[in-house]
């Protein structure tokens, strides 16, 4: 995979592209890391890539020029026509299904906005996708990116040290993940669970299933609006409300 992010503060990513995940993915060839500054890509003499905006109003609106120049640019040498992938408050609330989805494309390009603004040609003819990663508002797009990047990386091939690793996680099932423990196995009078220490692995993945389904409930009952669970699951889930009750 190939991941292009266009930023005015491209030195922000250099910590995070890296370190951890994101450097060891670099390192065994699952994806390539590039960031451009959007002001390389202005014709304008200051290299300025905001204007004010029609109508009046606060603040500045990026340009399409610079955006679109640099999108064209890239794409220019790119195999596959890329995913374009605008950070934006206003977008799709992003998930792990999305994650999952963007993982298996092979190019994608990152627009990080800052100041008050896109013009809307830039949304409405550039753009493949829109993603948000809350209802919040941070001051630009490069902290949304490298969280959604993030995401998407480890789901690929080869990058995490155990192919299922992720199959695991919380939200990959659409279940919260089960609680985790590690030696020792008595740290001050808090025990971990017998079953864990059974060596009995179909009561140790029956405990585990319980606990997420546990976890899910006490946490973020919504999820199972979304969710086809099996008869055994439903009538773990009707055990946990009456207990409830």
Same mark, same amino acid.
């Given at each position: 995979?190939?991941?292009?992010?266009?930023?005015?503060?491209?030195?922000?990513?250099?910590?995070?592209?890296?370190?951890?995940?994101?450097?060891?993915?670099?390192?065994?060839?699952?994806?390539?890391?590039?960031?451009?500054?959007?002001?390389?890509?202005?014709?304008?003499?200051?290299?300025?890539?905001?204007?004010?905006?029609?109508?009046?109003?606060?603040?500045?609106?990026?340009?399409?020029?610079?955006?679109?120049?640099?999108?064209?640019?890239?794409?220019?040498?790119?195999?596959?026509?890329?995913?374009?992938?605008?950070?934006?408050?206003?977008?799709?609330?992003?998930?792990?299904?999305?994650?999952?989805?963007?993982?298996?494309?092979?190019?994608?390009?990152?627009?990080?906005?800052?100041?008050?603004?896109?013009?809307?040609?830039?949304?409405?003819?550039?753009?493949?996708?829109?993603?948000? *990663?809350? #209802?919040?508002?941070? &001051? +630009?797009?490069?902290?949304?990116?490298?969280?959604?990047?993030? /995401?998407?990386? %480890?789901?690929?091939?080869?990058?995490?040290?155990?192919?299922?690793?992720? *199959?695991? #996680?919380?939200?990959? &099932? +659409?279940?919260?993940?089960?609680?985790?423990?590690?030696?020792? /196995?008595?740290? %001050?009078?808090?025990?971990?669970?017998?079953?864990?220490?059974?060596?009995?692995?179909?009561?140790?993945?029956?405990?585990?299933?319980?606990?997420?389904?546990?976890?899910?409930?006490?946490?973020?009952?919504?999820?199972?609006?979304?969710?086809?669970?099996?008869?055994?699951?439903?009538?773990?889930?009707?055990?946990?409300?009456?207990?409830?009750?």
């Amino acid at each position: 995979m190939n991941i292009h992010v266009l930023s005015l503060f491209p030195d922000m990513f250099t910590g995070v592209f890296g370190s951890s995940i994101l450097k060891k993915a670099q390192e065994k060839g699952a994806v390539t890391l590039a960031v451009s500054d959007i002001r390389d890509y202005s014709d304008n003499k200051h290299k300025q890539v905001d204007d004010y905006p029609y109508g009046g109003g606060a603040g500045m609106v990026l340009k399409p020029e610079p955006m679109f120049h640099a999108v064209e640019t890239l794409t220019q040498h790119m195999n596959k026509k890329p995913r374009i992938i605008l950070m934006c408050p206003q977008g799709d609330r992003f998930t792990q299904k999305k994650a999952e989805e963007l993982a298996k494309e092979e190019e994608l390009i990152f627009l990080c906005g800052h100041y008050e603004g896109y013009d809307e040609r830039i949304r409405e003819y550039l753009v493949t996708d829109e993603i948000s *990663i809350g #209802d919040f508002v941070l &001051t +630009g797009g490069e902290l949304p990116a490298m969280t959604v990047i993030d /995401a998407v990386v %480890r789901l690929l091939p080869g990058v995490l040290g155990q192919e299922d690793s992720h *199959i695991h #996680d919380s939200f990959s &099932t +659409g279940l919260l993940e089960h609680p985790h423990y590690t030696r020792p /196995a008595d740290f %001050r009078g808090m025990t971990v669970p017998d079953v864990l220490v059974s060596g009995n692995h179909g009561k140790i993945e029956k405990w585990r299933e319980e606990e997420s389904l546990r976890r899910t409930f006490e946490r973020r009952p919504d999820l199972f609006d979304h969710l086809e669970l099996s008869a055994s699951q439903k009538a773990f889930l009707e055990t946990l409300k009456k207990e409830k009750e």
